[in-house]
């Protein structure tokens, strides 16, 4: 076996430079995905007795744009595929009366945040 023969031929360096570039590129894309966050959780009055139709807030603090859910029958609420290197606020409404608005640090590396938000009403 040859000297020459012993290295990789140039067109195998091809198909290498393909599969680096195809880890180097997907393999960071893929891991960011798989760390996307969700907030769960319910809107309760000062009872402690689920909301229906409360109007649920979720503000990126990075890019200032809010996101809305209104709560199901329960009192349950969703917001998913979150980024994990934002701090969000999140507060909620229900006829004229608002919870504490409350942040989800980008430092909590949690993949799911459960936040229970309590309106106490002012009348």
């Known amino acids: 076996m ?8 140039p067109a195998s360096w091809l198909s290498v430079a393909a599969i680096a570039a195809a880890l180097l590129l997907g393999g960071p894309h893929a891991e960011a995905q798989s760390q996307l966050r969700t907030v769960i959780g319910k809107v309760l009055n000062a009872q402690n007795e689920p909301l229906q139709k409360a109007v649920v807030h979720l503000k990126n603090t990075r890019t200032l744009a809010i996101k809305t859910y209104i709560t199901e029958a329960d009192g349950s609420y969703r917001f998913s595929a979150l980024a994990p290197n934002v ?28 936040v229970t938000l309590k309106i106490k009403s002012e009348k």
Do not use: M, P, V, W
């Open 2 to 9: 040859s000297l020459r023969n012993a290295f990789i031929r």
């Open 87 to 114: 701090d969000y606020e999140i507060y909620a409404e229900h006829n004229g009366d608002r919870s504490d608005t409350k942040t989800l640090s980008a430092f909590d590396n949690r993949t799911q945040l459960t």
